[in-house]
């Protein structure tokens, strides 16, 4: 089959020959017919010390054909079009992630990782039907919402209550999604610049602002107030502080974006503010199976953030490409 590989040392994605994977006892073979690009993929590929092993083919938000069954497979089928938790689990009972159910903080299981390949074995418990009315492209965006969904669950986000999420990217337009959907109040977005600014309205904002002087003030009118939950879906260093300023007292923080850099913070700003800092990661089988069920009934297509679609061979070159200044969302590699 073919797969990009990331070679190590920060160097480009390679395109290789790889052997087919045969699926093993309670696994699925799948064809991958779509896979989103993700930031952690870039993160994790640029030579610093989150990086992925040599030898990675990365990609988690996939989408495809099962092709082949494994001994002792049950409810499944070839032919049947699934998406799945790029997670597995131990199963042990001494393991708090799996008892939680988010198995991707479970350190005893490998990943299920792989789609920038043509093939992936999955196990048959990580795997997820899409119904007849959903496509493949809808499947690859399972994975990005059911972060929104997840994080927007950890919030304990209440209805009625005000919501700031910072950013524009495809985790903050999951979690405007998940938060207009679960009955939030006003909800306001705010990003650097306005490119994504009718995105943000779309998927759920009921205002949309830029950061700058004056911005605490222009959130709380256009929220009516400070905002109960503030959302940091960006991952740089300095937004974490700022979430914390725009939040009330007694209020939220819920950090998803997944910053790998020292992110200071003024403990007795949010200590005099009573704050609840919250820092999710990963989502449950649950989770991936609410966003299947709900996915054409929300206010929505969240198939317009997808920007551009490339060919597996053309990946190397859109991820150097994505490193730099972009106009994208969703970048999304498709194979035939």
């Avoid at 480009?12 to 052997?19: A, D, F, N, T």
């Avoid at 994790?44 to 990086?51: I, L």
């Avoid at 904002?205 to 879906?233: H, I, K, Q, T």
Wanted: glycine letters at 14%; a neutral charge.
């Amino acid at each position: 089959m073919r797969a990009a590989v990331y070679p190590g040392g920060g160097r480009p994605l390679v395109i290789e020959r790889l052997p087919d994977p045969i699926p093993g006892p309670g696994e699925l073979l799948v064809r991958i017919h779509r896979c989103g690009i993700c930031g952690t993929d870039l993160t994790m590929t640029k030579g610093g010390p989150w990086d992925f092993p040599p030898g990675t083919v990365p990609g988690h938000e996939y989408a495809g054909e099962v092709v082949a069954l494994g001994k002792g497979v049950q409810g499944f089928r070839v032919g049947d079009r699934i998406t799945a938790l790029p997670s597995s689990g131990c199963g042990r009972l001494t393991c708090l992630a799996c008892r939680e159910g988010n198995l991707t903080l479970c350190r005893d299981a490998p990943g299920v990782m792989g789609g920038f390949g043509e093939y992936l074995r999955v196990p048959q418990g990580s795997a997820v039907k899409l119904p007849a009315h959903l496509s493949l492209a809808d499947g690859a965006l399972v994975e990005p919402l059911a972060v929104g969904l997840y994080g927007v669950r950890q919030a304990s986000l209440r209805p009625g209550e005000r919501v700031l999420v910072m950013g524009g990217g495809t985790v903050a337009l999951a979690t405007l999604y998940w938060a207009r959907r679960s009955g939030a109040g006003r909800i306001a977005a705010i990003s650097r610049s306005d490119r994504r600014r009718e995105l943000a309205l779309q998927f759920g904002a009921d205002a949309f602002l830029r950061y700058g002087e004056g911005e605490e003030e222009a959130v709380r009118e256009v929220l009516g107030g400070p905002p109960d939950v503030v959302f940091e879906c960006v991952g740089a260093a300095g937004l974490l502080q700022k979430a914390i300023a725009h939040v009330r007292l007694f209020g939220r923080v819920v950090s998803l974006g997944f910053c790998i850099a020292p992110d200071p913070v003024i403990p007795a700003v949010a200590a005099f503010k009573a704050v609840t800092l919250k820092f999710p990661v990963g989502y449950t089988l649950a989770d991936f199976r609410h966003v299947v069920d709900g996915l054409d009934r929300g206010h929505v297509d969240p198939k317009i953030m997808v920007t551009s679609e490339v060919p597996l061979e053309a990946l190397p070159e859109k991820f150097e490409a994505l490193r730099g200044p972009n106009a994208e969302t969703k970048a999304t590699v498709v194979l035939p």
